[in-house]
């Protein structure tokens, strides 16, 4: 549950590195996702029937530091919208 509190906050950050390709980002972001806990669920099998589920255990109790690295990331701010794109119609009679 952790981990996946930060997926909306996430999901938003990448609509606004690319505006206006909501779709193609949302499938991006949720299509990979999936694949991903799909690879890490053979990975921590394949690591449990190794070793022990015990030590599985203790390797993601520590998968939520990871969400520490989001510090790192740049600070886009909101994209300022001129007046001509909000309102085409006002800006076409003056």
């Given at each position: 549950?952790?981990l996946?509190?930060?997926?909306?906050?996430?999901?938003?950050?990448?609509?606004?590195?690319?505006?206006?390709?909501?779709?193609?980002?949302?499938?991006?972001?949720?299509?990979?996702?999936?694949?991903?806990?799909?690879?890490?669920?053979?990975a921590?099998?394949?690591?449990?029937?190794?070793?022990?589920?015990?030590?599985?255990?203790?390797?993601?109790?520590?998968?939520?530091?990871?969400?520490?690295?989001?510090?790192?990331?740049?600070?886009?701010?909101?994209?300022?919208?001129?007046?001509?794109?909000?309102?085409?119609?006002?800006?076409?009679?003056?």
């Amino acid at each position: 549950m952790t981990l996946a509190s930060a997926s909306s906050a996430i999901i938003v950050y990448a609509f606004d590195l690319v505006p206006g390709k909501i779709g193609t980002i949302a499938g991006l972001f949720f299509g990979l996702s999936f694949g991903l806990a799909g690879v890490g669920a053979v990975a921590l099998g394949w690591l449990a029937d190794a070793t022990s589920i015990d030590l599985v255990y203790q390797i993601c109790a520590f998968l939520p530091l990871i969400g520490l690295l989001t510090i790192f990331l740049p600070d886009l701010g909101r994209p300022l919208r001129s007046v001509t794109t909000q309102k085409p119609a006002l800006a076409a009679r003056s």
